[in-house]
């Protein structure tokens, strides 16, 4: 590991302001960056310390939403009252985040900004295109991990399992920073990388989430969040499905469904979304939506095995939810 100065942030101003110094790079939880500062995958020369900015850990409900500070941890998160209650989705997605020691030390904020799990980028010596070198090494090599959508340069897919969940209850994000400000939906806020933009979120370097925001617009037992993994607990997706519904009597009025470990960023399939509405469900219907779901999928030469699963992830959930509402 490089050495690096450490700065405790006292509010959101003073972080922005101290993030605008290059090589600065802000930590929370540290359960991601740290194993990227000690492969030497990051090398600022200042940390900014968040957690000391007092006013970004909460969890309160305000009007119509739920606002939850970008400080508050996973395990907060997942043991709050109202998550319980009125977003299960969300606590579902939780549950099944790395284990629950490291979900006493990660950060919203920090999930939803952590680096993708490419074996290749997180290889100390592989300076690959998302690291500033010229090509991506998984294309033409292990790509069993990686995305059957929207592949650009990078192939890597979005790690987070909180983004889906949140994005299939339509949240929001707000920013504080020196290039991007205020409020937007968390969907927009995740991008594919481009050549001149090689990340997966809309930050730039100053720019910091602060509050994820999300509406009381579903009744509390209409989402799901369903997540294949090579084992049971402490791994990424191998593919993941959010799907949150809004019932009229037997009907479903609205549909969100979000793939996770498909893509550069949670994928939303609206095709598949709009089969659902007015219609009731039956197993027919929970098929043919599984495979819209997945009609534009273009598998690598390692990961086919993706677009069935998440095609009966999809189908999984709408029949659970099915299920649950009976
Ligand atoms: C063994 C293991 C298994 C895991 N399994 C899963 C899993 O199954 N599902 C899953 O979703 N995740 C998983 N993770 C990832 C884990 O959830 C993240 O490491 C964690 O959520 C990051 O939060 P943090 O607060 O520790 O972030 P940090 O490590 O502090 O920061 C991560 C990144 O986010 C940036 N950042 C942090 N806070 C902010 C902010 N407020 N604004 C802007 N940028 C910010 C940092 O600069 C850094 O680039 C796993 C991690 C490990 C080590
Ligand atoms: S998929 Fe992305 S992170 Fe992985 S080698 Fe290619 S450019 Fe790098």
Redesign the pocket.
């Known amino acids: 590991m490089k050495n690096f100065q450490y700065v405790n942030a006292p509010d959101v101003e003073d972080a922005v302001s101290l993030l605008q110094e290059p090589g600065t790079k802000a930590v929370a939880g540290g359960t991601d960056l740290l194993t990227e500062l000690k492969e030497r995958i990051k090398m600022p020369e200042i940390l900014v310390n968040l957690k000391t900015i007092s006013d970004m850990k909460y969890i309160r409900e305000e009007k119509d939403d739920l606002r939850i500070g970008a400080l508050a941890t996973l395990s907060e998160i997942e043991l709050h009252r109202m998550v319980r209650e009125r977003f299960p989705i969300l606590k579902e997605a939780i549950s099944v985040t790395a284990t629950p020691q490291l979900r006493n030390a990660a950060t919203l904020g920090g999930n939803l900004c952590q680096s ?1 799990r ?4 997180r290889h100390p010596d ?1 300076k ?4 500033d ?1 010229d ?5 033409d ?1 292990v ?1 069993s991990r ?2 059957i959508f929207g592949n650009s ?4 897919v979005h790690p987070s399992d909180l983004a889906p969940a949140l994005i299939a209850l339509d949240a929001r994000i707000r920013i504080a920073g020196s290039e991007v400000e205020g409020e937007l939906l968390l969907e927009e806020f995740f991008t594919l ?1 481009t050549e001149t933009h090689r990340q997966s979120t809309l930050l730039g370097a100053a720019d910091l989430v602060t509050e994820v925001i999300i509406p009381h617009r579903f009744g509390p037992s209409n989402g799901v969040y369903l997540k294949a993994m090579e084992r049971a607990t402490w791994s990424f997706m191998l593919v993941s499905a959010a799907v949150q519904l809004e019932w009229k009597g037997d009907r479903v009025r609205e549909a969100r469904i979000v793939l996770g470990g498909v893509a ?1 960023k949670p994928w939303r399939v609206r095709e598949a979304e709009a089969m659902l509405q007015g219609q009731t469900l039956s197993e027919g219907l929970a098929q043919s939506v599984g495979e819209a779901a997945v009609a534009n999928a273009k598998a690598l030469k390692h990961n086919a095995y993706k677009i069935p699963l998440a095609r009966n992830l999809v189908k999984r959930g709408l029949l659970e939810l099915t299920r649950r509402k009976a």
């Open positions: 993708v490419c074996w290749y980028y592989v690959c295109w998302l690291k070198g090509m991506c090494y998984a294309e090599g790509n990686h995305a340069t990078c192939i890597a990388p550069g």
